[in-house]
C-alpha cells in the first residue's frame, strides 16, 4: 500500500483525514481512485484537462514528481505521497516532515 | 486627490482558473489554490487616464493612482516612489553600454528601499479593508518598510524576520517599536510560519492575505521609468528576483501602459538577477523549465534569499514573454557590483543592487544588451542596511596624528607654493 497525506483544506473530502492509503500503481491511477473514496477530490487537485493544478505540489518521499514523470510517475509498496497545496504561492515542504 | 473613482476595481481574480472573489484579504483561490490578483476595470481607467493627468498628479507613486488597487484616497504611505532615474554615464563607459540608467530606489521614502512602495499600498487598501493590526513575513526591507508605516499610520504591527539578518535591517526594524520575531530559520520558514499565523489571527499580513493589493505597488517602478524615460519603454530592465514577484510587476505595469495607450510601442526585455547561492528561478530559466526547484539558500544577498519563490512560475512567464534572459553572481561578484556602482556613480547599494549590477554586466558582456540600447538597472535598496556584506572590501581610513607635517607625509606631498 502507499500512504497519502492529504492536506487541510483537502481534509473536508476525506472527512478529516490526514493520511489515506491507495493500492494504485502511479500517481494517476492514485488521483482516480482517491476521487472514487473521495468524491471532488480530483476537482480540487487536477484542471478541466486532468492536468494536476500548478499551485497543487505532489511529493514522492519528498521529490517533487514535476522532477520524476509528473502524474505517470510509478507508486511502489510503502512509498509515501504528500499532496501539498501552493500557499501564498509557496509551497509547503516542511509540511511533510510533521 | 479629489478625483478619485471607486470603480476601477472589479474584485479579485485568481490567476489560474479565473474564480472571481470580491475585493477582501484572500490571497489563495479555494478551489484551485492558484494565487489571486485584483481585477481591474480597465475600460472605465482607460477613459480617463492620460500622461496629462498622471503629469498633474502628486510627486509620489500616487499618480498612478488610477492603477493601484485602492478604492478611496491614499492615507499611508503619500511620500514614497518618484525616485530618481539617473543617466549612469561612467557606469555605463566601464560596462561598453552608451544608454543606461539606474532607477535609485536606495532614496526611497521612508526606509530606503522599494518596499516603500507595496507597503504604501498595502497599507492604505488594509485600512480600507478595516484592519488595525499589521505583519509581514520578511527577509529585511519589509519588515523596516511596514515597521515605519505602521508607526505612522498608528496602527499595531508585527513583523517576522529569519534570526541572522545584518545588524541595520534589524534595528531598522526596532527603532519603530513594532513587535519584532526572529524566527529560528530561513525566510522560507519564517513565510511558513506567517501563513499559518494568517489563517488564525485578524491581521494584515501584507505579504499573505494583503498580497493582491501590496504586489501591485512595485508597478509603480516600471510606471515612474517609462514616465521618466519620457514616456518610451528601454530595450531592457534588469530586475533582482527574491520571490519573483517584481520582475512579475514590472512587465505587468509596462504592459498596462501600453494597453492603455500612455506607451506607444513595447518592445522590453525583463531580465532576471539572482545570487548563485539562491537560483531557483534563473536555474529554472536556464534548464528551460516552467517549474523549479526550491533551494535550501547560502548567499550574501541575504534580501533575496528566498529557497521558494512564491512568483516564480509568473517570473519565468514574464522573463519568456518579454524575450528576456535570467542569469547569477557569486558572492564576489556582488560586492564587485556594489563597489563598482559605488565608485562609477556614487551611489551605495544594498546586496540585491550588487546582483543586479553583476547580472547587467554579464548580460551587456554577452552581448544580451548591446551598446546603443537604452537599459535600466533596478536598485532596489540602499547599502548602509547591508555593511557586513562589503566591510572587507573598502579598506580603512589612514590615521595620523593632526599635524601638516604627518599629512604631507602621508601623500608624499612638499610644500606647495599657493
Redesign the interface.
Known sequence: MVKVRIPTPLRILTGGKSDVETAASTIQTMIDSLNGQFPGLKDRVCDEQGEIRRFVNIYLNEEDIRFLQGKDTPLREGDEVSIVPAIAGGDHPDERHR | MSHTHTDKMKGLICR??GKAYPPVSL?????????LEVHYNYEAIKSRLTRARIEAGPKSLWRYHDLLPIQGEPTVGLHAGLTPLIRAKNLGHELGLDHLYIKNDTVNHPTLSFKDRVVAVALTRARELGYDIVACASTGNLANSVAAHAAAAKMQCYVFIPHDLEASKVLGNLVYRPNVVEIEGNY??V??LC?EIAGERKWAFV??NI?PYYAEGSKTLAYEVVEQLGWTAPDHIVIPMA?GSLLTKIWKGLNEFHTLGLLDSLTTKVHGAQAEGCSPIATAHKQGRD?F??VKPHTIAKSLA?G????G?YALKAAAASGGAMDTVTDEEIVEGITLLAQTEGIFAETAGGVTIGVLKKLAKQGIIKRHQTTVALITGNGLKTQEAVMHAVGKPTRIPPSLAAFQQLFHLGTEER
Do not use: L, W
Open positions: 489560474e482558473c490571497h489563495v483561490c479555494e478551489m484551485c489554490f492558484g494565487p522560507d520558514d513565510n511558513r501563513s505579504n499573505v498580497r520571490s517549474f526547484k526550491p528566498i521558494n519563490p512564491a512568483d512560475y
